[in-house]
């Protein structure tokens, strides 16, 4: 082999070797953007889904509140019409004990 032919052979290798190494080096950098974009659709979605939690605990908040309230609402008028049915009662016992006694 000619000495002209094993140095074109030898800058080929060399020209290989760094292809191979600048490949290696875009792939790593490749993964390392990757992996960097979706770290940050990650962090992204968990700081999206606890807005949505947030939200949706005040609104469920919001609603018990209203709720305990037209609750507390409602009793409030049962018991007023149960005080006014006993008071209604009362009376009729009364004017009954009274009719009995006068009677009696």
Known sequence: MSLEAMETLAASEEQVRRMRADAAAAARQSI????????????????????????????????????ALELAGNNENRKAVMRAKAESRAEQAAALIVERIVNG
Do not use: F, N, P, Q
């Open 32 to 67: 390392a953007d990757a992996r960097e974009s979706g770290e940050k659709l990650i962090a992204d979605a968990v700081k999206k889904a606890a807005e949505e939690i947030e939200a949706l605990t005040r609104k469920s908040d919001e609603k018990a509140k209203a709720d």
